[in-house]
């Protein structure tokens, strides 16, 4: 069913969101830095709207791995900011994930007036295998599962 | 070597045809000495980039979409340094700007972003604009002028 959906032009933006789907399960039992994640972007940025995304599936890392996100975050407190300055809002609420078990994060921090006009989510581009020769990547997955 | 290397490259980069040439030298100059110097390192060229692999062989997924773009705009004459090369380097970068993921674009010294940053500004039109205060033309300004 996830293939057939996956390969219509036309549900793109839907179709992404299934390939994320995951069977449901004890909130965020088998997922402690995604519901982590989730649970410090809500505190700290009070979000309209957040999409927290593990992407780990996409990289050379092993099955089941939370070392590769994606967040959009949807805040009035990004008003009047820039790029950088929402970054990095993100990156300080995240800093223990990131100096732990994530090895990458993309970040799409929007506007609510942004949102609306724009409500879609960006798409990381193909892995290149980096993660396979990286030795710091299984470090940080084995502080991960820790 | 370090020395010859650096000489190399000054000379390199007075023959601008020979710019395919001067990306070598310069990925050659030793990644483990960038990292004690990072604030002239970033300076010395308009755009610096730390990434995964190199502009011709990317290892990473984000660092090649900071090539790509970069590519796009016919940006081609910018410091890369290989972050793979060198685990010091890969440190010190992220505590140097205070970001905690690699890619890292500077433009003139100042960190821009990371790969998302580059493409949103890409997206909106406002590298154009930025790369022009740098003094570099986007090649996407002769390509839409083609076009008309």
Known sequence: MLSSVRSSSLAFALSRQLSHFRPSMEPGAHRPVETSIRTKLTQTLQPEHLEVLNESHMHAVPPGSESHFRVL????????????????????????????????LAIQAKTPQQWSSDPSLAKSPPCLGGSKHDQTVAEKLKAGSN | ???????????????????????????????????????????????????????????????????????????????????????????????????????????????????????????????????????IRSALLDTEKESK
């Open chain 1, 73 to 104: 975050v949807v805040s009035p407190r990004f008003e009047g900011l820039s790029l950088l300055q929402r970054h990095r809002l993100v990156n300080e609420a995240l800093r223990e994930e990131l100096s732990s078990s994530v090895h990458a």
């Open chain 2, 1 to 135: 070597m370090n020395s010859v290397f650096r000489s190399t490259a000054r000379a390199v980069r007075a023959v601008t045809s020979l710019s395919g040439l001067n990306q070598w030298s310069r990925s050659m100059c030793s990644a483990s000495e960038v990292h004690k110097n990072l604030a002239e390192v970033v300076k010395k060229d308009k755009v610096v980039v730390f990434m995964k692999g190199t502009p011709a062989q990317p290892m990473c997924g984000f660092s090649n979409a900071v090539v790509q773009i970069l590519r796009m705009h016919g940006v081609d004459n910018y410091a890369a340094y290989n972050v793979l090369d060198d685990q010091d380097l890969r440190q010190g970068v992220k505590a140097f700007s205070n970001w905690p993921t690699i890619p890292q674009v500077f433009f003139n010294g100042e960190f821009v972003g990371g790969c998302d940053i580059l493409l949103q500004m890409h997206q909106s039109g406002d590298l154009v604009e930025e790369l022009e205060k740098l003094g």
